[in-house]
Each structure stands twice: as structure tokens, then as C-alpha cells.
């Protein structure tokens, strides 16, 4: 999949393609089907599937204090997307200039004469341009003017609740994990690259793999049953998502203890899919409590991998 990091990077090549366009964070199944729509179209029309996302995401800028915490990073969207067969991603660089872009000046400017659209795909609660007045009605006059179709989605829904990057995040709040994996259409993990901790986890008698939460926020928190998916191999092991208070430490860190492993991945890009939450983290008065408890978490986990 070809990926054009900010507009300067167009090409006069690139002209021409069928686009949908969103933050798609968690590229889950309802974000799957408009891939699906995407795709089909560019077939039909014999043009590349193009899907153009921003970073940051909009509300990023806006309000960062505010904004929810990400499911996924630029990356895990990338190769997402890429499975699904997407072939162009187009990542805007979300600057206060670009927002202030009228909905005319980004579809005339962009989707005409930079991309070239030969048709859209949106859903109809899209909305653009500065002070969000763009919308489905405006881009469909715009490609009669233009030349280019606009088609909406239908919304695809579970139980009849439409799946959302917001509801996910709402059902990972309250530890459902079992509806999140439902509406992703995969268990839910974090994907990140092993960092050198303050290593009191190998004198606790629990060596742990730190990994950097890039966007410092994680939408959840606690200690959970993970699989960890390393590039040679897979293993499963117990996982905390916090800030340690026990150790006073401030920012909030994925760690976790793999079983049975005894190998070097610093550096290593690993996968820590969640499985099951064990409870939520606390502040002990002591390393001796806390490792008392780890260790009934371990013991907990491996039941439960048991019976899987
Ligand atoms: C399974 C597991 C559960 C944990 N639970 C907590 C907890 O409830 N409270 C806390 O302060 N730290 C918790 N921790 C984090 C430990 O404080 C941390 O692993 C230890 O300080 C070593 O980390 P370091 O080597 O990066 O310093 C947990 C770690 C693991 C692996
Ligand atoms: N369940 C769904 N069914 C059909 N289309 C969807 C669904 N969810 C999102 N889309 C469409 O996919 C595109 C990208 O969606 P986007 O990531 O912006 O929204 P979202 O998943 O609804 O997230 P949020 O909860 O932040 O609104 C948009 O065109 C949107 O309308």
C-alpha cells in the first residue's frame, strides 16, 4: 500500500482514485465495510481504493486535553487498512491551517485538482471543511460540478447499535471485552516496541516488557491476561496498564510478564492482545505486597490460559 504522508506529497500520478475519507481509529467492522464498498467501486471503475485519515485526528488538535485516547496509532492503521486491501493512504497533516480550509477549498483544491476523485464514499454524518459546514449534500452538488460521484453508507450495525471508534472506546471503559472484539472483529491489543524499564520488576522475581504507549494514553487501564505476539512467536502472559503507583511512577506504561520466557526483545516491535481482565491496579504499602499480588495474578492468568 503506497502511503502519501501530507498533500505536498501528491503526485500528478496520483490523480484519479476512489476515496473515503476519516479518522477510522480502530479500523473496526463498520470502517470494514466501507473498505469493502471502497474497494468494490475502484474495481468497477478500474482506479486505485484510496482512504484519506488525519494526524493528528481532528479532535487531537482541537481539544488535546479532551480527546479521547486512541485505539489505534498511524501505524496500526497503516497495516490495518493494508489487510483490507486498501492500496493508497493518504495522511493529512491535521495543522490549524488545513482546518481552517473552507468545504469548498477542500474539495476543489484537494479532491479535484490534487486527487482527482472519480468517486467518493462517506458516511452521512460526514461533515468538513472550517467550522465542519461541509457535508454530503455539498460534496453532491460539488461532483455534479465537478465530475465525480458521492455515495453514503449504510450504517452497520450490532444489535442494532452502530459500531463506532466512541462505542468501542466506551465498552473497553467498562471492560467488556468480549463486545469490543465484536465490533473490531479481533481482540483488542496494543501494539508498541519494548523499552528498558527501571528493571525492579527482575529483583521482584518478575521480569516484565515495558512497552512505550506513544500517545501516553491508553484507553484502558488494570492488569489483564495477554497473549503476546512477538515476530518469531506467541506466548501468554499477565499485563498491568498504568502508572505503577506503588512505585510512584507518573506516566501511564504497558508491562508485562511473559511465562516461560527468557529471551532479549528490547527494541522489539511486540503485540499484547487482551484476553481477560483480572482487576484494576492499586496503590500497596509495599514492593512485598505488590509482588504477593503479581504473583496471585500470574497464577490467576495461567488458569485461565489453561482453559482456553
Ligand atoms: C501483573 C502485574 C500487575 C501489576 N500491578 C500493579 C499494581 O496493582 N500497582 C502498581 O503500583 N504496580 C503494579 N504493577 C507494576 C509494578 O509496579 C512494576 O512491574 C514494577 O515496579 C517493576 O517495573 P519496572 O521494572 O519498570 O520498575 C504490576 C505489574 C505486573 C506485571
Ligand atoms: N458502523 C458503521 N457503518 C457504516 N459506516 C461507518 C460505520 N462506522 C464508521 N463509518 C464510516 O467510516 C468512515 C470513517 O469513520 P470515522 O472513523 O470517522 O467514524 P466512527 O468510527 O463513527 O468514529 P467516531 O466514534 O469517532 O465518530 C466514515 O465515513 C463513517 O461514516
Known amino acids: 500500500m503506497q502511503l502519501i504522508r501530507g498533500i505536498h506529497n501528491i503526485q500528478a500520478e496520483d ?3 476512489v476515496l473515503t475519507i476519516g479518522n477510522f481509529d480502530g479500523v473496526h467492522l463498520g470502517h470494514a465495510r466501507v473498505i469493502k464498498a471502497l474497494i468494490a467501486k475502484a474495481k468497477a471503475l478500474n482506479c486505485k481504493p484510496a482512504v484519506m485519515i488525519f494526524e493528528p485526528q481532528p479532535q487531537e488538535l482541537f ?3 479532551t480527546a479521547p485516547a486512541r485505539l489505534t496509532r498511524l501505524r496500526d492503521k497503516y497495516f490495518l487498512l493494508k489487510k483490507l486491501g486498501v492500496e493508497r493512504l493518504i495522511c493529512v497533516n491535521f495543522h490549524r491551517e488545513f482546518a481552517n480550509k473552507s468545504a469548498s477549498e477542500f474539495i476543489e483544491l484537494l479532491l479535484v485538482k490534487q486527487l482527482g476523485i472519480k468517486h467518493l ?3 452521512d454524518d460526514f461533515r468538513f471543511g472550517k467550522n465542519r ?3 454530503f449534500s455539498l460534496l453532491k452538488q460539488a461532483g455534479e460540478k465537478f465530475d465525480f460521484a458521492v455515495s453514503d453508507t449504510a450504517s452497520f450495525k450490532l444489535e442494532n447499535c452502530r459500531i463506532s471508534s466512541t462505542q468501542i472506546r466506551n465498552a473497553l471503559e467498562q471492560n467488556q471485552l468480549a463486545d469490543v472484539e465484536r465490533m473490531l472483529g ?3 491489543s496494543i501494539i508498541g ?3 528498558h524499564g527501571d528493571k525492579r520488576g527482575r529483583k521482584l522475581g518478575f521480569p516484565t516488557a515495558n512497552v512505550l504507549l506513544k500517545r501516553r494514553v491508553s484507553p484502558i487501564s488494570g492488569v489483564f491476561v495477554v497473549k503476546v505476539n512477538t515476530i518469531k512467536d506467541c506466548f501468554y502472559g499477565v499485563a498491568n496498564i498504568g502508572s505503577r503507583p506503588t ?6 506504561q504497558l508491562e508485562v510478564h511473559i511465562f516461560n ?3 532479549d526483545i528490547y527494541g522489539q516491535t511486540i503485540e499484547v492482545v487482551m484476553l481477560n481482565k483480572l482487576r484494576n491496579e492499586i496503590k500497596f504499602s509495599s514492593l512485598d505486597e505488590l509482588t504477593k499480588q503479581i504473583s496471585q495474578d500470574s497464577e490467576q492468568a495461567k488458569a485461565f490460559v489453561q482453559d482456553l
Open 15 to 17: 490523480h484519479g482514485c
Open 63 to 65: 481539544s488535546p486535553e
Open 121 to 123: 464514499i462517506i458516511g
Open 133 to 135: 459546514l461541509g457535508n
Open 186 to 188: 479481533r481482540a483488542y
Open 193 to 195: 516496541r519494548v523499552f
Open 247 to 252: 512505585v510512584s511512577g507518573i506516566r501511564q
Open 261 to 263: 520466557f527468557n529471551e
